[in-house]
């Protein structure tokens, strides 16, 4: 694939992507529908390794990063793209798996903002698929839908989210995928004051600390369902 010099990049392009995942039909199909959808690809990598090094000469904005890769198809993208977040902080993040997975989220959301999580099905949808990766360039969270059911189901029996409403409990998995309180406020046909005055009460019940910044309030919601009553210091407003 011919790469762009950096100095000749279009500032139409809604960001600079590499790509990373050992099938090869997958993301060069990936590579062409985020091209077609104006996307500037710097790159392919099938392994762990080669992204490393791709990263390091391509300068992305956003690596797109398959969970399981050669040789033992186990954590190898989550590993090197955790690196790659601690070496270059400003770079997005959207690991995709084949398997709803708590535990790698948790920890992905730990490095800061920027960062996303999908199901690999969630590629099928264009248009959610290239939202999400024009989200995570903004530096803002995207989470699957799909996950956050599983993070419910992490819970113990007895904890507060028994105390939540049905209407909260819609609220809080809108807040767990990411969605500022505007957008919660047009899934849902409320007014954005009615969801702000929810918000506040379901963090109030689930003892999670407030914040107006979209990540951290994000961060704090995932480490609750996650297993702790507690958000970390990161986490806190």
């Not at 791709?54 to 690196?83: F, K």
Request: aromatic letters at 4%; charged letters at 30%; glycine letters at 8%.
């Amino acid at each position: 694939m011919a790469v762009e010099p950096l100095a000749n990049r279009s500032s139409t392009c809604r960001a600079r992507v590499i790509l990373a995942d050992d099938d090869v039909l997958l993301r060069e199909g990936l590579a062409s529908l985020l091209e077609r959808h104006g996307f500037d690809v710097a790159g392919c990598a099938g392994t762990g390794t080669e992204l490393r090094s791709l990263a390091g000469e391509r300068d992305p904005d956003v690596v797109v990063c398959d969970m399981r890769m050669p040789p033992t198809y186990t954590t190898e993208g989550l590993d090197a793209v955790l690196e790659l977040r601690r070496k270059r902080p400003r770079v997005g993040v959207l690991m995709l798996s084949a398997h709803a997975d708590p535990g790698p989220l948790v920890e992905l959301m730990n490095e800061g903002e920027g960062v996303g999580y999908l199901l690999k099905s969630r590629v099928l949808d264009v248009e959610e698929f290239t939202a999400a990766l024009d989200r995570i360039a903004a530096g803002r969270s995207v989470v699957d839908p799909d996950l956050v059911p599983a993070l419910f189901a992490e819970r113990r029996r007895t904890d507060p989210l028994d105390e939540l409403t049905t209407r909260e409990r819609e609220v809080l998995e809108l807040m767990a995928e990411g969605r500022s309180n505007a957008g919660i406020a047009r899934r849902l046909w409320l007014s954005t004051g009615t969801v702000e005055k929810y918000v506040k009460s379901i963090l109030c019940k689930l003892g999670v600390q407030a914040s107006d910044e979209d990540h951290r309030r994000v961060l704090a919601v995932l480490s609750f369902l996650g297993g702790s009553n507690r958000p970390t210091e990161r986490s806190a407003a």
